[in-house]
């Protein structure tokens, strides 16, 4: 009979064991077990036998005893072990090989010193981690050292680092039975050691030697790790004290070099002064800096200008001026000798003013006679140049998104190919400068957008605000002389203008835009010498709406063409010239008015447009 063992451990082997329920039925059957019991041709599986009298009897006793027994199956030299197992409010028997159940506290025993070992190595780090001073750690990792053997209390830690001992060192050492030490290093040299004595002849296990080691190893890189902080704070104190002197000389020269810079920045000229090497010592501007050559902060040139002021100063000593036109502006550039403690004119004070204003002033003066007649051919100019622009400026910036997209394509692709080239580029030297291209020419457009705006504005000032009262009868009977000239070689323009129209607000010169891209694209719907446009105007008194109709016997739209004639760039003149943007420029501007845009169109008959805006109230 064995007592007082521990059973929690045996269903880990349910492989060497079977199950009885309360009616002494098998409900679980270890393999192997079943295996070696049929060698001696034993089934348990019906206790019901002659033979199996004394087994049944034994497992009613353990039921009913609720203590474990011993049972010999005849013929079998291997003891076996019946004992209870209360599972679901009743009791199981389990049967199984006494060799095996004996293993269970063993098995226990040693997981359990693997747990404490692994405790011992989890408090060490801890220790070492927290925020006490190195030497209480220490002090406190002899204990936790101890608690990880098999016998705390008969086990005794010291740890010496540099002559300097850790640990409670008062014991005789005639008691010691046996000790394990391991070294503590420190970049390959010996600092000290962990030593375990043993007061006890149950030896250690190997365990225990690995545990020291690995302790050991802990140690050494707390140490190294605490040494290396206070070094560093060392160094740290000796930086900010430097530090310290460093900042109190920068700041008297900031001081100073902020007084010239307040004194320049007040200033709204360009200012540099600059070396014999065109160099740039000092500027007022942020935008310039104090680095670089002049000609390029200053004008954006790659070599020194031909007409430089600045040179004749360096070459005579004297005080020189000079205008330049750079692109739209004029600027005057004027230059002051520095000398040097030898006399000698070693830098140039140059000042750069823009007189753009100035100038444009005088030509505006010399070409106002001029201006007068100009402005009735602006407005046509203007519309002509808008286009085209219009067409680049929105073209590149749907460049400029694609290449934003296509750039990591390429760049996964160069990762592969290296020998990739873009435009007889390297792929490095055309990313790095398509999107500047890019970008310069969208300046450029936006430039060309402005001027455009200028001149329309210069012709009839526009304000874009559709505050304006809006008589759609006098818009087209006062606004359709340019269109009657262009339209006349295609078609016959008839206008039928009803009475009594009500007003709405709006912009004028918009609305011209609209009737303006509606009749030229009616005109250019045209394609015999029979053509014929009608513009009808009207009001829809039960909608309060005042109604516009364009209509033409052109060659009409079938529905595919339709759904899109509103969509930016879409067109089907693409091989005449045409960019697809008047219609969805139309269309905006309805839309800005709160109106509406209604199509019927027919292959061969023709096309009507139809445009409704809400009429003024008559509050």
Known sequence: MIKGTNFNLIYELFDHLFIFDDKNEIIFEGNSLKTFLCRFNLNLSDLHSDKLDDLKATINNVRNDLEPCNYKFVNIEEEFILFPSKMDDKVRVILAKKDNIIQIPKIEYDLNERAKELECLYRISTELESEKTLDEALTNCTKHTEDGFQFPQNTRVIIEIDNKLFGNAEFESSDVKDTISAEIKIDDKKRGRIKVYLFHNNGYLEEEKKLVNEIAGKLARAIEQDEKTINLEKQSLILRRKNESLIKLTEECHQRREKLRTFFSAITDKIVVIDKNYDIIISNKNDIGDSGKCYEKLFNLKEKCKACPAKDTFETAENSFKEREIEDKFLMLRSYPIFNQEGKADRVLEVCRDITTQKKMEAQLLQSYKLASLGKLVAGVAHEINNPNTFILGNLKIIQEAIKDIFPILDDYYKKNKDLKIARLNYELFKENISTLVEDMITGANRTK?????????????????????????????????????????????????????????????????????????????????????????????????????????????????????????????????TGLGLSITYGIIKDHNGNIDVESKIGKGTIFTLRFPAKSSD
């Open 450 to 578: 402005k001027i455009v705006a200028d001149l329309r504005n210069f012709a009839k000032k526009d304000d874009g605000l559709l505050t304006e009262e809006i008589d759609i009868n006098s818009i087209i009977k006062n606004n359709l002389t340019l269109t009657r000239k262009h339209i006349k070689k295609f078609a016959r323009l008839d206008v039928e203008l009803a009475e009594r129209v009500p007003t709405f607000c709006g912009s004028a010169n918009k609305l011209e835009q609209v009737l303006l891209n509606l009749i030229m694209n009616a005109s250019e719907a045209i394609e015999n010498g029979d053509g014929l446009i009608k513009l009808k105007t009207g009001y829809d008194e039960g909608k309060n709406e005042v109604l516009v109709i364009v209509e033409d016997n052109g060659c009409g739209m079938d529905d595919s063409v339709m759904r899109n004639i509103f969509d930016p760039f879409f067109t089907t003149k693409r091989n005449s010239g045409g």
